[in-house]
């Protein structure tokens, strides 16, 4: 079993729509990051949450630490947006699990 | 600046061959994390450095790999001697945060080895 679980794998979407992708995790956390790949295979790193929310333009990114459960959310969703999206987290032990990622594809 | 500056960029070798691969990380951060993305295994950490010394090296795979941090503004990862299963891309990052990198983490571009 995995550590950190991510859903869905694949997401595909029209331009405009709202999206959400889960995160869920079985170790206690410190932290959990959110990734961002490019198809060109850069990496960018979206959010680093402890608790709460943050957001950041069209992103918003929230974590229930009872529930050890994360989502991303997109609004109004554009074709850059179209990338994998990486959920990570770091254990109270120092150690870091990453989920297998959620390749979203947004269509014009 | 400059962002994490990773080389080289791509690495075609033959197995058996050593591999070093070079990171800068952003002046200033004062941890340092080694990954490997494959299809099959996705994004892996193989080990991290906080102020040059490695705090966790759980995720390196064998004895083939090492990793060393001789000063705050350079680090290595070398594989030797490298086999077709090394074949990945291999990313650096770098983070402000203090112990174990607490702070949000700047990646490298990534350094696409083939071992053929």
């Known amino acids: 079993k995995n550590e950190v679980e991510q859903s869905p794998q694949n997401l595909t979407a029209q331009e405009g729509e709202f999206i959400t992708i889960n995160c869920s995790y079985s170790?206690?956390?410190?932290?959990l990051h959110w990734l961002q790949q490019h198809p060109g295979g850069g990496i960018v790193s979206l959010f680093m949450?402890?608790?709460g929310k943050k957001k950041h333009g069209r992103l918003i990114a929230t974590i229930n630490i009872q529930e050890k459960h994360s989502s991303l959310h997109i609004t109004a969703s554009h074709p850059r947006d179209s990338a994998v999206y990486i959920c990570?987290?770091?254990?109270?032990?120092?150690?870091?699990?990453f989920g297998t990622g959620t390749s979203l594809t947004v269509i014009p | 600046d400059a962002g994490v500056i990773q080389s080289p960029r791509h690495e075609v070798t033959e197995m058996g061959q050593e591999v070093t691969l070079r990171c800068k990380p952003i002046?200033?951060?004062?941890?340092l994390f080694w990954y490997r993305q494959t299809m099959m295994r996705g994004l892996e950490l193989l080990i991290y450095?906080?102020?040059?010394?490695?705090?966790?090296d759980s995720g390196m795979p064998e004895d083939r790999f090492s990793a060393k941090m001789p000063n705050a503004s350079f680090s290595t990862l070398k594989i030797q001697p490298s086999e077709p299963r090394d074949s990945a891309v291999y990313f650096c990052?770098?983070?402000?945060?203090?112990?174990?990198?607490?702070?949000?983490?700047?990646f490298g571009p990534g350094t696409r080895l083939t071992v053929l």
């Open positions: 450095f906080n102020n040059n010394v490695p705090i966790d």
């Open positions: 949450l402890s608790s």
């Open positions: 990052a770098s983070s402000p945060g203090g112990l174990a990198g607490r702070g949000e983490q700047f």
């Open positions: 002046s200033g951060h004062n941890s």
């Open positions: 170790v206690g956390i410190s932290a």
């Open positions: 990570a987290v770091r254990n109270t032990g120092n150690q870091f699990y």
